[in-house]
């Protein structure tokens, strides 16, 4: 390859040792730049990948001098191992691993009752949000918030009768052999970071740097003293924080770099692109390819159909399906059948014990609670889709999804579409404007000219990056009549 200008810059930092963050924009080739680096070295390294695939896709790029692997996958190969008869041990439900750690009764919180089941689930809710932290022990702020229970001093309550069995919970996991917890992958990748290990190599790279989890930067930051960190990512396009990710490209101490350059799409689709990084205030701008020809205009045949949230990618999956579409839905419609079945129970008058769902008796319940409660807002577009199709229809379009290769369409929300691309996309109507944490699917509506947070605008310019040829603004076009919606004039 030829490399620009930024990779050949970058090239020479990595050679002359510093420690690299390099802010990668959308469709700059962050990928090839890393294994740009890695062929014109000769020393050994090790590339951390996102995921399976990715790391597979990887060592075929990469020289055999750069082991390619997920943190998850070297954490096996040091203490995971010693695991594998629980991880193939057979499922079994919360409420009998709480019993065995002790979890007998219900417990009354204000004017919720907790059930059995709803603690145990918490419990192990609880040793997994631990697990993705840098901490050294469970504490009451790894506790995750229940619906219904949304006043401090209430949460305050269940955390101080459930952290204790979380740590027992935890001391249940460090068995190799056996115990009443199941144990997963999050157990050993913290199990591993605990013992601060060292790994041999004379260079790491990171890629998507900005949604690593505190676990994986401990692991990756402490291993500065030996070998050369390289960290690669887009700090707009930080989108997970709500689930506990972490960019930990803004403060990192090395030389920082850019990749600018946008082989995906043209400098019309980039002029959009740099609306939302101007108000994301992201610390990149881009310039788009002049000879890829990249449109904004109406998109009557998308490719992809871009939501905001889930419950908005299953409405227009309905929407689509009832026109005679063959529709695919990116990732699978499991979180979203768990949803309805949850649904359907309520309304049935039956218990839940789906996390979010698991205090409400009733759907009677849910309802108010969406309706009438500020923390369950976010809530209503779930109790709508339910209340105008129910819970069977719903379940029945799920199982009549197709996929993707056979799909004459994909909808997708936009956090499952960050490091995909499509030939044409539209942006549905559910990015109207939200007060909130847009990342976090609040919904309370907002006039046009509300200010734009930071998540709003990162969760846009990733939606809008999507395309290679055409895009459909869609239910982001009131940005168009939005004071702060024109950015400075940028080349490209």
């Not at 057979?90 to 603690?119: M, N």
């Amino acid at each position: 390859m030829n490399p620009t200008d930024e990779q050949a810059a970058a090239a020479d930092a990595f050679h002359a040792g510093d420690h690299l963050a390099l802010q990668a924009g959308a469709g700059t080739g962050k990928t090839t730049t890393l294994a740009l680096l890695a062929c014109t070295t000769t020393r050994r390294g090790r590339y951390f990948a996102y995921n399976r695939a990715i790391a597979q896709d990887a060592r075929t790029r990469f020289p055999n001098t750069v082991q390619c692997k997920t943190a998850h996958a070297l954490a096996y190969a040091a203490v995971g191992h010693r695991y594998t008869r629980r991880l193939n041990a057979p499922r079994r439900p919360a409420w009998q691993t709480g019993q065995a750690l002790g979890i007998t009764k219900h417990l009354r919180i204000g004017d919720r009752e907790v059930s059995q089941r709803a603690l145990s689930n918490t419990v192990l809710r609880t040793v997994t949000r631990f697990c993705h932290t840098a901490d050294e022990a469970i504490t009451p702020h790894h506790v995750p918030p229940l619906r219904g229970l949304d006043d401090p001093a209430l949460h305050a309550e269940l955390t101080a009768h459930l952290v204790p069995f979380a740590r027992k919970a935890w001391t249940d996991l460090q068995h190799p052999d056996d115990g009443a917890v199941r144990f997963d992958h999050d157990h050993y990748l913290k199990i591993w970071a605990l013992t601060r290990p060292r790994i041999d190599a004379d260079f790491l790279l990171l890629d998507e740097a900005q949604d690593t989890n505190p676990v994986v930067e401990q692991i990756f930051l402490s291993q500065r003293d030996h070998a050369q960190l390289v960290m690669v990512g887009d700090s707009a396009q930080a989108i997970y924080h709500w689930r506990g990710a972490k960019d930990i490209m803004t403060g990192f101490d090395g030389t920082h770099m850019a990749l600018s350059q946008s082989f995906r799409f043209g400098p019309d689709l980039a002029h959009e692109a740099n609306r939302w990084l101007h108000l994301a205030d992201a610390p990149i701008r881009l310039t788009g390819t002049a000879s890829v020809r990249t449109e904004l205009g109406t998109v009557t045949q998308p490719d992809a159909v871009l939501c905001r949230t889930n419950v908005g990618a299953m409405a227009h999956v309905m929407t689509l399906m009832a026109t005679g579409y063959q529709v695919a839905l990116a990732g699978g419609g499991d979180s979203l059948q768990a949803l309805a079945l949850a649904a359907r129970d309520l309304k049935e008058g039956r218990h839940t014990h789906h996390p979010e769902l698991i205090l409400f008796p009733c759907w009677g319940d849910l309802q108010d609670y969406a309706a009438h409660d500020p923390a369950g807002r976010d809530l209503q577009p779930l109790v709508n889709l339910i209340d105008t199709h129910g819970p069977d229809a719903i379940l029945t379009a799920l199982a009549h999804l197709a996929p993707e290769p056979q799909a004459q369409v994909t909808v997708s929300t936009a956090h499952k579409a960050k490091g995909r691309e499509w030939p044409c996309v539209l942006i549905a109507g559910d990015f109207a404007r939200s007060r909130g944490n847009a990342a976090n699917e609040r919904t309370e509506t907002a006039t046009p000219l509300d200010p734009i947070d930071d998540a709003e605008a990162r969760l846009a310019y990733v939606a809008v990056t999507r395309t290679r040829q055409r895009l459909d603004l869609g239910g982001l076009s009131w940005i168009h009549d939005h004071p702060d919606g024109s950015p400075p004039s940028y080349s490209g």
